[in-house]
């Protein structure tokens, strides 16, 4: 079996001192795939997504997480990043006085060598064609990181980087809430524009509509800070049909898988 | 406690002599005699003067140094050449260790003085007389009467009436060899006139200790548009002490940014006094503390007329042991309706043992005003630095984003694009961030 894929064994996690938010989390996406994670409110989504990605607030008590096959427990953040890991945050946070053309062009030097940085003209042709691709004025790599951007515009934002970056895996929290269709077109584009072979993502969403434009491979649902079940799209459909409380008892009676 | 005590070499007799020196009329050496009678009757400022209480007082000492008249070598140093390329300015005076060793005059518009101070008491007595020492009283301090008294070279400029100065005016003040010295800067702007200047110290880093003494005197006639930048990036051996006070006239309007990157220790002293209706003072600071470096700076706006506006933004960083301190005051006089003053200062802790200490103040005397004050010190923000670091970006590289964004606030209100970058490349190089340095 393929050695690439990004996978999570038996996490549990906390704040620093607290109770176990993570309570044993398994889940495995392949390179190539696209799977969606859904759950309540409070389920965890989001700790498991900043758990990954390093966030410090966290720690580990249990389990591993691995890229192709490697643990990146002991890595600190900026190496998970450049060993292929992103994630679109859930709320994207506001950086003053530095301008999205400057942070993405040192952050695309941080992954390549000192002696190699980028060429201004190939950086600038391939910003540009991020904020093409997700429609968007150009005037927009200037203005300083998130500062003063809509909700909207700040998901928009956690999507031209992915472009930009291109990572080999993506988590994806949320970057759908708070945006109206046309955004939401736009969004999904951006995403399935990276889609491939050597690419995979986790997207986690509250919202079958976002699965209309970016159908996953596999569907995964999340409660008390564990993966309590996974199934293919139609899952996402009837989640939104039926509710939490349906698939907790389908769980629980054995009717759907464990 | 640390105490400061006298320095015998700052006598009466080197006093005559350093006026004779320069065949003074008898209204400077008289002014300069009685600062030094205030000087020798006032005790040095100590940790219990509120406006010293957080200074690291002995960095500013002055016993053992002597009095310097010259560099060891009169050349311009490269540093500074590229710097008077660099700037644009067309009038540039170059000052080092009190002597002025260079003069390079092409300013193109009629009427405008620009020479160093000490030939402008004799070709320019009465404007020099008229000014001198009227923005900065000489019997305010120990260290206000030691400038007063000591000081020995500096630039005059005067700018008549309606007349706009297009290209900067500046001065580097240089030095080769420690020791004591002091310098003074008049800068007189009549009616609706304009002139941009540039006040820069710098040095490389030398064996033994300099003490450098600095005082700049803005006088803004009505409707005068003055900016002034003093940029303070001395070596590591350096203590500046610097006071910059400006009068404002009826509608005049003055910007400046005063900048402390280098030496060991400096204070910079920078007030306003809104004398005149509808005038407006915009004051901006930066000051990023490495190695232990200690600043500390103190400012005033004070509001005597009414209708007027001031506006304090200072942002600073610390780092590796250093210290930094802010202090100022708005202060609005009684029949000064319609004041309109704010005053921020934010610091950014960068690790555990620096500390940045915040002292806003109000003192207001009239009813009908609108005044503010904050302040703000803290640690760069995790979640911030977590985010920066989730794109790939290490951790120093993180901290150079977090910094230069932090002081962004106070560099984007910089209306004069060349020096803004250069104070740019000036932060990055102490931030290490990979081949800026070769650049300065
Ligand atoms: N930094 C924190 N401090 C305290 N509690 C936290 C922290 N982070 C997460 N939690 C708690 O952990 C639980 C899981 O939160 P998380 O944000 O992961 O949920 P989520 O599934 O992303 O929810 P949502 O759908 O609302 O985004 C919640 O009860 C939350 O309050
Ligand atoms: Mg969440």
Redesign the pocket.
Known sequence: MSENRLEIRNLHAR?AG?VD?LKGVDLTVPAGEVHALM??????????AKVMAGDP?YEITDGDILIDGESVLEMEPDERARAGLYLAF?YPVEVPGVSIANFLRLALNARRDEDDEIGVMEFYTKLQGAVKELDWDESIIERNLHEGFSGGEKKRSEILQLLVLEPKYAILD?TDSGLDVDALKVVAHGVNAARGDAFGALVIT?YQRLLNYIVPDRVHV?AEGRVITSGDKELAMELDDKGYDWIKNEVASGAAPA | MATLTDNPLLSAGALEALIRSGGEPDWLAEERRAALRTFDATPWPTERDEAWRYSDLKRFAVDGLEPTDGPDDDAVSDRIRMRMTDSDAEGILVHKNGRTIERQLAVREAGVLVTDLRTAVTEHEDLVREHLYAAVDAHAGKYHALNAAFWRDGTFVYVPKNVEVELPLGAFTSADRGGLSMGRTLIVVEDNAKVTFLDEYTSDTFDARLFHGAVTELVLGPGAKVRYLALQNWGRNVAHMQRVAAKLDRDARLESLTVSVGGDAARAEVESTMQGPGSESEMLGLYFGDEGQHFDQFTVQHHEADHAFSDVLFKGAVRDASHSVYSGVIIVDEGAQKTDAYQTNRNLLLDDDSEAVSIPQLQIGANDVRCSHGSTTGPVPEDQRFYLMSRGMPPEVAEHLLVTGFLYEVMSRVTLPKAAEYVERVVQAKLGVPGVKEKL
């Open positions: 704040i607290g938010i759950g309540q409110n409070g389920s965890g989504k989001s700790t498991l607030a859930q949320e509250h999340m």
